[in-house]
């Protein structure tokens, strides 16, 4: 059943795809193309934190999976993939954690939230240190960001920001099965955790329904457009721009 249904999701998203790209014209074909590093970056560094993270917890799970590691052929997800490219939100391929395993530091849904949380950190990690390699660029490269090859590194650092911050807002929505929902749940009551895991599946419904319905873009674009410009305007202001 689940085989049928991803087939079916994936026959989905092949259709939009097509219709997306049949639409498009010179210029968004370009920002296409340039989105792709980003996209690669933001998942392959995200799901790289998660298992980072579950390591250093003492769950050695993502290493005997070969999630350990920085190529994004471990990490991406084809769906997650394509709607992150042509929606601006999506994720990777889940990384499997044994919460068993963790180290009596934590409780085991201590451990879980910050194992979910790991991923959008590093998406954001990664949004401030390109702002200021952006910022760097148009403060002393002026010159050369204004040829067509510095032009092309730009705007792919700038749409790796986009990406990064897109994927971290997305992921921190407190719905299953989104990392927001293991870091809520760390801070519910006895009965607050009972009453979500009982209605899951309801919650997985309602994912669903924002995420086909586009209601998702509504929730994630202003936060992104506002930590977007917060990011690069004080990025400016730190190289006195």
């Not at 954001?124 to 204004?146: D, E, G, M, N």
């Not at 979500?196 to 995420?211: A, D, M, R």
Request: glycine share 10%; aromatic share 14%.
């Amino acid at each position: 059943m689940f085989y049928t249904d991803k087939r079916f999701l994936y026959l989905m998203l092949i259709v939009v795809a097509l219709v997306s790209l049949m639409g498009m014209n010179q210029l968004e074909w370009l920002a296409l193309i340039l989105t792709i590093p980003g996209v690669l970056i933001a998942i392959t560094f995200h799901e790289f934190a998660h298992a980072f993270a579950a390591t250093k917890l003492g769950d050695d799970t993502p290493i005997s999976q070969g999630r350990l590691n920085l190529n994004p052929f471990s990490h991406i997800d084809p769906i997650g993939f394509m709607l992150l490219l042509f929606v601006g939100f999506g994720w990777g391929k889940p990384v499997a954690i044994n919460p068993r395993n963790f180290n009596r530091k934590y409780s085991q849904t201590a451990g879980e939230a910050i194992v979910a949380a790991a991923g959008p950190i590093m998406n954001f990690v990664l949004a401030i240190v390109l702002t200021l390699i952006y910022c760097a660029l148009y403060k002393f490269a002026y010159s050369f960001i204004s040829s067509e090859i510095g032009g092309t590194i730009f705007a792919m650092i700038q749409y790796t920001i986009v990406m990064n911050l897109g994927l971290g807002i997305f992921n921190l929505i407190p719905l299953p099965p989104l990392d927001g929902s293991k870091i809520l749940v760390n801070f519910l009551s006895y009965n607050g955790k009972q009453w979500l895991y009982e209605h899951e599946q309801i919650f997985y419904i309602i994912f669903l329904v924002i995420w086909i319905t586009g209601f998702a873009g509504h929730i994630i674009s202003p936060i992104l457009n506002f930590m977007y410009g917060g990011l690069i305007h004080i990025g400016l202001m730190l190289f006195g721009l």
